[in-house]
């Protein structure tokens, strides 16, 4: 086990409408990454939060946005979901931004229909 | 733009036998290269991984060999078992174009299945 876990495990949500996604980093990591993973394929990197401050951004609209907490803990809003973001979403924590050591959680299976 | 390629999609081997998973990149800025295995309804776990200093890494049965004029990586797996089966992933750790973080960018994935 990475330490690192997730909640809720599974989801469904209907189009239009918003999601929470919540991970908890392993002990000690001040750094929380998100993935978006689809099926049949590798994650892509949605954002990242270092210190509770948005570090960095993948190619991902302003729908998704985040949230990290004084317990370096984290949050993935979705608004506005759409059939496309059905897929696993996976948090990883590190211990700094430039930490290539990553720990992922076991991810949030989200359907959207 | 797919910075990381891997092949094969999909690779059956008998048990015993040495699977090799193949990557690509393109990013020369790249500086740590993991392998990580992912089971169904699980997170991808890190297996093992090289830096680009060094042209082979053993762990266990899992080996990476890595040429870094070719831009590209592999992992061997020997004396392949049953429970091997798994999806694969190679990734590359970098600067995200525009994204002004370091992080991973992911190959496809290579799903294995070790038959008895």
């Known amino acids: 086990e990475t330490g690192v876990t997730q909640s809720p495990t599974h989801l469904i949500k209907t189009r239009g409408q918003q999601v929470t996604l919540r991970c908890s980093s392993q002990?000690?990591?001040?750094?929380v990454s998100w993935y978006q993973q689809a099926l049949g394929q590798g994650p892509q990197f949605i954002f990242q939060y270092y210190r509770e401050e948005e570090n960095g951004r993948g190619n991902f609209p302003p729908r998704f946005s985040g949230l990290q907490f004084p317990n370096y803990s984290s949050e993935l809003n979705v608004n506005a979901l759409e059939l496309d973001d059905s897929a696993l979403y996976l948090c990883?924590?590190?211990?700094?931004?430039?930490?290539?050591?990553?720990?992922f959680g076991q991810g949030t299976r989200l359907t959207v229909v | 733009q797919q910075q990381v390629k891997q092949s094969p999609q999909s690779l059956i081997v008998q048990k015993g036998g040495i699977p090799i998973i193949n990557c690509a990149y393109e990013n020369t800025a790249f500086d740590y290269f993991p392998w990580y295995q992912q089971f169904p309804g699980k997170g991808p776990a890190l297996l093992i991984a090289?830096?680009?200093?060094?042209s082979e890494k053993k762990e266990g049965r899992f080996t990476i060999s890595f040429n870094k004029s070719a831009k590209q990586f592999s992992l061997h797996i020997m004396d392949s078992q049953p429970g091997d089966s798994a999806t694969y992933f190679c990734a590359a750790w970098g600067r995200y174009s525009g994204g002004g973080a370091d992080g991973l960018t992911f190959g496809k994935g290579t799903h294995l299945i070790i038959q008895p």
């Open positions: 090289i830096r680009p200093d060094v």
């Open positions: 002990s000690g990591h001040n750094t």
């Open positions: 990883a924590s590190s211990s700094g931004p430039r930490n290539t050591e990553a720990f």
